[in-house]
């Protein structure tokens, strides 16, 4: 039976608990044990590898890795050269650098022509961003390169935290009973007792474990009621992103891209206060968790990878520090040929702990993999490290027997007389040794070993030059100049063509971040309220969220991200445009300074400056029926413009007829006062010319009369 068939698929309420759990731990995480075996000891070994574990061997009797040096006894661990050149180490610090070296801020793009995408993706973008910083995606974004470099995948989990995020207060409507003016329950038709909605009701939580909200409020006779409490300090909730390792989830196996699959299955351990706390079970300790098996070890972070030099993982934890601890099993699951709401079930091997319909979206799942190199029918991506991790060893061992060698040549055998009375020999030097010495028979003689050949250090060169071609470790990998009087453009083309290898891993990393900007949006539909939405998005794009809420909430409009907006603005590229735009007198000097030092150009300019910015708002404002009246300082001209535009849209004639009538007489009075200033202004202009006019003439004699030019004492000629 395939595990997608619908026979395996229990309906919610139509199945025990034992076969729900039977179903997410046996059918289909166990059920994968065989298959997933090979890529466990794979990851475990890569671990290792970047760790500089080198010298460990996995024993299939034994079943995980061990260090060589356990078979030893105490006087071969002295002279035995168990030397590490970690090369694939180097090669992890320099690719997970280029990985990322800028870091990965997605925008949003309208996915159609149409207006309402438009719309949407300037509503998203500041939205996307200012998640992006809170949630510190860029750590983590560097701990999926970790994970993605080392091991050749990871996992991006996109979840909803109600405990983290702003505190509120708990404030919500409620239902209270009516009574009459004797205090008796009021009935409605059908005997039942009635009711009213009350808004803006305080809750608390009641004590004793069960955290259930409990309303604030009691009602009087007469339908009236009274408030009996403050609300309780509660957090809003928030997106959060957990980055896994490749092993921690198992899907379907459907010959589809994970985002497509069917359903996916989390494993972690988790204490059991902590189950206690959040679903109120109570769920026994599991003996022998972190133990069981090397998938544990790494999920539960034992540091069974260790140190370049010292075995630290057999004390890195006790048995101590693992008590308390349960394993768990969260399962979400798609919509079957439409005739659910998906599913969403968590468990331990024991207890169910949630199981119901998808508690975000039919179609939510919370996880993207990351691959670094991507393979036909494998359940994780592939890393370089596995193929150097051979060539790495064998270099090792090369090493380590040169350096033995090299021992050997400076502390040699000895052939010792037998009857020369030399008991004991020494390196230290200037000593003086007394001894018989026979005829004809050396009292001490050392036994020269043979000269290494010339091919033991050849293979030595081949191995690291293997290990730079895989790597792509050549001259130019990390900007090293490779004559003394290299150009930049050739360091620069050198780096380029290095770093081709990466190229696959850097776009899947943008194609998984688009696919979580789509979950975020999802999760955002769940969690926040428009007021989070306005006040996050800015003030001036409420009108827009406003308007495309409807749909946006609906899911009919599709956004994606692009990758452009990865590569940073330099301060070079920065003053490039605004020199442009200044020799093109696009923009003053005065604004030229103001962007240079602006966060980015795209928003600083933009038209209309401030009056833009207030015209957006008084958009906001009315649309949610507050009429605003134009005022003397706001530039008309832009106001009247982009009012002007907001309803020429399609949209507008989709709003309240009250609400278009106010846009329409805040349009008119704007024009008025428009026209107002224009006539002053013109009134002020013609006073001015005829001022000016007067102060050029020159004055007139008493009398009134201009004199001529006889009374001025001059002759005509």
């Known amino acids: 039976m395939a595990l997608t068939d619908r026979s395996d698929y229990p309906a919610i309420g139509a199945a025990t608990e034992e076969e729900i759990i039977d179903l997410w731990v046996q059918k289909r995480w166990v059920a994968q044990d065989s298959f997933h075996r090979p890529f466990i000891r794979q ?31 105490e006087d071969e661990r002295k002279w035995r050269q168990r030397p590490v050149f970690n090369w694939i180490g180097y090669w992890y610090m320099i690719t997970h650098a280029k990985l990322t070296e800028n870091p990965p801020v997605l925008t949003w793009m309208p996915a159609s022509p149409d207006r309402s995408d438009s719309i949407l993706a300037s509503v998203m973008d500041p939205i996307f961003k200012y998640l992006w910083d809170v949630i510190g995606m860029n750590e983590k974004m560097d701990t999926l390169a970790r994970w993605d470099v080392a091991c050749g995948s990871g996992i991006i989990k996109s979840f909803w935290d109600p405990d983290a995020g702003s505190v509120m207060d708990a404030i919500g409507p409620a239902m209270v009973p ?45 339908g009236q009621y009274q408030v009996t409490g403050d609300p309780a300090r509660i957090p809003r909730g928030q997106i959060n992103v957990h980055i896994l390792n490749p092993l921690s989830v198992r899907s379907s196996r459907e010959p589809v ?34 133990e069981d098996s090397t998938l544990d070890e790494i999920l539960f972070g034992l540091g069974n990878v260790g140190a370049s030099r010292q075995a630290i993982a057999a004390n890195f934890t006790g048995q101590k520090e693992r008590d308390g601890f349960a394993v768990i099993y969260e399962g979400w699951e798609r919509p079957r040929d439409g005739a659910d709401d998906g599913r969403h079930t968590v468990m331990t091997r024991t207890k169910l702990l949630e199981d119901g319909p998808n508690p975000i979206s039919p179609n939510f799942r919370p996880y993207q993999k990351v691959d670094f190199i991507a393979l036909p029918d494998r359940p994780m991506g592939k890393t370089p490290v596995e193929d150097l991790g051979p060539i790495n060893r064998a270099y090792n061992r090369g090493w380590g027997q040169i350096l033995e060698h090299r021992n050997l040549m400076t502390n040699p055998k000895w052939i010792v007389d037998s009857l020369s009375g030399i008991n004991e020999i020494t390196n230290r030097p200037g000593e003086v040794l007394t001894a018989l010495k026979r005829p004809g028979v050396h009292a001490l003689e050392a036994v020269q070993p043979p000269q290494l050949p010339q091919v033991v250090y050849e293979i030595q060169s081949m191995l690291k030059s293997e290990m730079q071609d895989i790597g792509s470790l050549r001259s130019g990998s990390e900007g090293r100049s490779p004559t003394y009087e290299a150009s930049g453009e050739l360091v620069k083309e050198l780096r380029f063509n290095d770093d081709r290898y990466i ?25 926040w309220d428009d007021e989070q939405m306005i006040r996050v998005a800015g003030e001036s794009n409420a009108a827009r969220f406003i308007t495309v809420r409807p749909d946006m909430f609906q899911g009919r409009i599709h956004v994606k991200g692009v990758a ?87 949209e507008f004639m989709e709003l309240d007829p009250n609400v278009q009538a106010m846009f329409f007489q805040h349009q008119q009075l704007h024009e008025q006062q428009q ?31 201009s004199a001529g030019p006889e009374q001025a004492g001059t002759e005509e000629v």
């Open 43 to 73: 990851v475990e070994d890569s671990l290792r590898m970047v760790a500089g574990r080198h010298w460990d061997v996995f024993i299939e009797s034994e079943s995980r890795f061990v260090d060589v040096s356990r078979w030893m006894d």
């Open 178 to 222: 009516m009574l009459d003016q004797q205090g008796i329950p009021m009935l409605n038709e059908m005997g039942m007792p009635q009711e009213q909605m009350v808004p803006g009701v305080p809750y608390q939580f009641a004590s004793g474990g069960e955290n259930e909200p409990v309303p604030m409020i009691e009602p009087l006779p007469g």
């Open 257 to 290: 891209p994970h985002w497509e699959k069917q359903w996916d299955v989390e494993r972690t351990v988790m204490h059991v206060d902590e189950i206690k706390e959040r679903w109120g079970v109570e769920v026994e300790p599991e003996k022998g968790v972190g």
């Open 503 to 527: 190229g696959p891993a850097g776009r899947r990393f943008v194609d998984g971040i688009a696919r979580m900007a789509y979950q975020w949006q999802e999760l955002l539909k769940f969690g």
């Open 564 to 650: 452009e907006s990865m590569l940073p603005e330099g301060r070079g590229e920065r003053q490039q445009r605004l020199d442009f735009w200044l020799s093109a007198g696009l923009i003053s000097p005065r604004q030229y300074f103001d962007m240079f030092n602006h966060p980015h150009l795209g928003r600083a300019a933009r038209p209309g400056g401030v009056d833009a910015t207030m015209a957006e708002s008084e958009h906001s404002q009315m649309l949610r029926g507050m009429f605003v009246m134009p005022i003397e300082p706001h530039d008309d001209a832009v106001h009247i413009e982009l009012h002007r535009e907001f309803m020429a849209a399609p």
């Open 675 to 705: 026209l107002q200033k224009l006539m002053r202004d013109q009134a002020l202009a013609m006073a001015l010319g005829v001022e000016e006019q007067a102060e050029g003439e020159e004055p007139s004699p008493a009398g009134g009369e």
